[in-house]
């Protein structure tokens, strides 16, 4: 081959060489760059192929999904048996909830949408009016669902169960840790020592101890404190020890964003005249919160999950609704099905929740890339 | 009314004021509890009193690490549980540490799918409940392992069945005593060489491959030395007697279980601890050390990692934290750990519920209390000192 003559600063430009652009440059750029990242890639793809292989096998291809009893799987094929899940679904769903009231639960949770819309998404269209919407929700959420006002026929608390058990102790909870986590965010970081070491004492016995025997002191032992008498619900109870515990961390990730602000934000404020309040409500909590978003969603996450422990306890959430139905003769040792479905759920639920807090994270990031 | 408003406008003793009003109220909350208590005790004709823990227990443990039988007190089997906790964090921690780092590496190598898959495993798994973790792998174990008569076998020595799994039990016989010794000696050895070798790289630059040298140091010794002694070890195999297997090591379906879910579950955690603590070390660390002319290896040991592990070491410790305190699940599959020993059937044999969940509670918070504390001293001690 000849080589063409240009004169200087004419020289055309060229494309670049084979195998560094377009898919192929790419794959090798990040599958097969050395001999340790080549077997790396090997080693992988086969791992893929066995796992992809079997789980679909036993997901779909090989699964029975609709059976009478476990035996019954059995003889249609030998992958999953989801007929105990099929059969069991409104379970799963409602607990035991009655079944002609359960157009209630199906309201109330569409309509969470609508209310917490203007909460999680700043720039909703009608904001405004949205907002009135979520105030009112509570009220209309407690009517709904445990009926006795307008007609509804009344609910008792033991009837709660499965997925919409879990909703209502998670949101319930987060809901009610937030602002919980913020005063004691506040107090742990306060000038005033009683309210300090208060704070401080709170926050690190509930950080101390597992949530399980926070959940029995709920259980069995709440009522020694209280006037006696006084009997209150299991659920109500449940749902203050999920708050106080949640609250605890959430107030230890609030004072690390208090901590992050510059301290030149204090003494600025210090020097406009602003009082306590004013300095917290409109420099420290502002800037404080959205340093601690990530941390705050991780915590949420985390009290959701942990909404599972009530099944210790003997509430009935979806593991509760599983174990009753591993218990029958006739779906005896088809745990796997049953957890994994259930695992589904959380991990669709956490997952959004942790999308959803990347998004806001990334809005709220007001420096310059 | 200028004299009060004076004293409200006076920052010191309006502070001061507010603190009383403070306490006033958690004295008057503090008395309405135990007055309410005080009153409820009554009604049931109940006492606060500890003496519940030194009579016989008389429940089973099915696993223990020190000697047990329902004879023993309450509070031997609280001690049992206590034991049985930690046996199960020791696992786990291991586990999970292992686990977490490998995947954290993965998840940050140039390899993209080894780095995708390392990310969806651990969207998987820290998306989902940890107590459905325990109860997967425990139904996993307890339902697809196979009975013991069909266990599957490794080499007729090493057994898994749905009852747990069974490992050879090394004994120990006369002649150990010589290679304890050269462990020990090697031990030493190896203590003085590193620190012999970090003198002479602090004075000349040189540097020896003192982690391979110690290894070896440390696995050869007392390997020379057991052969010499005329190999005075000797395995007890299990055995299959009846319906089940005797002798060796047994490890519980609930500890299997409660050991592979707490370590799965935390190494999702701490792989993205891993990764957040490398890629918080600024670019330039590693263009410098890579100018200089470091190898990747030494890139990473002598640059990186160290920097890397003062961002690492805290998140890390509250995992094996949460860890432990997660490991208090275990109830729910019936692996007997302090919960479930003092906590779950103590309690329900006594009726002494305020006391034992206090003990309970009193042991995990000395246990968290002692480890943040450690936890501080650390951070003061590696904190970057600004001149």
Known sequence: MSEKTYKPGNYPDLPPPPGTVGVYGWIRQNLFSSISNSLLTIISVVLLYYLIDGIIGWFFLDAVFDADSKIACRKIDDGACWAVITRRVGQFVYGFYPEAERWRIDITFLTMFIAFAPLLYPDIPKRKWLLYFSVFYPFFAFVLIMGGYFGLQKIEYSLFGGFMLTVILGVCGIVCSLPLGILLALGRQSNLTVVRTLSVCFIEFMRGVPLITLLFVASSMLNYFLPPGTNFSILVRVIIMFTFFSAAYIAEVIRGGIQAIPKGQYEAADALGMNYWQKTRFITLPQALKISIPGIVNTFIGLYKDTTLVVVIGLLDPLGIGRAALADTKWNGLSTETYLFVALFFFVSCFAMSRYSLWLENKLNTDKK | ?387
């Open chain 2, 1 to 387: 009314m200028t004299f009060f408003s004076n004293i409200w406008r006076n920052e010191k003793s309006r502070e001061i004021i507010v603190q009383i009003i403070v306490l006033f109220f958690l004295g008057w909350f503090i008395s309405w509890l135990v007055m309410n208590v005080n009153a409820n005790f009554e009604a049931l004709g109940k006492d606060i009193s500890f003496e519940f823990l030194f009579i016989p227990a008389g429940y089973d443990i099915n696993q223990y690490l020190i000697d047990y039988d329902s004879r023993d007190s309450h509070l031997r089997a609280g001690i049992v549980g206590l034991l049985n906790t930690g046996l199960v964090a020791f696992f786990g921690i291991i586990l999970a540490t292992v686990l977490g780092i490998a995947l954290g590496i993965i998840r940050l190598s140039k390899n993209w799918l080894a780095s995708k898959i390392a990310y969806w495993y651990v969207e998987f798994t820290r998306n989902v409940p940890i107590l459905l973790h325990i109860l997967l792998w425990h139904g996993i174990i307890i339902n697809t392992l196979p009975h013991p008569r069909k266990a599957i076998s490794l080499g007729d020595i090493t057994f898994l069945s749905n009852r747990g799994f069974y490992i050879p039990k090394p004994l120990a016989e006369s002649g150990i005593e010589l290679v304890y010794l050269f462990l020990v000696v090697a031990i030493i050895f190896s203590i003085l060489f590193a620190k012999f070798c970090k003198r002479k790289q602090d004075l000349t630059g040189i540097q020896y491959p003192v982690f391979w040298i110690n290894f070896s140091v440390i696995c050869f010794l007392p390997l020379i030395a057991f052969f010499i002694s005329g190999m005075p070890v000797s395995l007890e195999i299990p055995a299959l007697k009846g319906f089940n297997f005797r002798g060796g090591m047994h490890m519980s379906p609930e500890l299997a279980a409660l050991t592979f879910a707490l370590g799965i579950y935390t190494a999702a955690f701490i792989a993205e601890i891993v990764r957040a603590g490398i890629l918080a070390i600024d670019k330039g660390q590693r263009e410098a050390a890579e100018s200089i002319g470091l190898k990747p290896s030494k890139v990473m040991n002598l640059v990186i990692l160290p920097q890397a592990r003062r961002v690492i070491i805290p998140p890390l410790t509250s995992q094996y934290l949460n860890l432990t305190k997660n490991s208090s699940l275990a109830i729910a599959i019936g692996y007997m750990d302090l919960v479930a020993t003092l906590g779950g059937i103590s309690l329900n044999q006594t009726g002494r519920e305020m006391e034992t969940m206090l003990i309970v509670m009193l042991i995990y918070l000395s246990v968290s209390l002692s480890i943040s504390a450690l936890m501080n001293w650390y951070n003061s001690k590696v904190k970057l000192v600004g001149r």
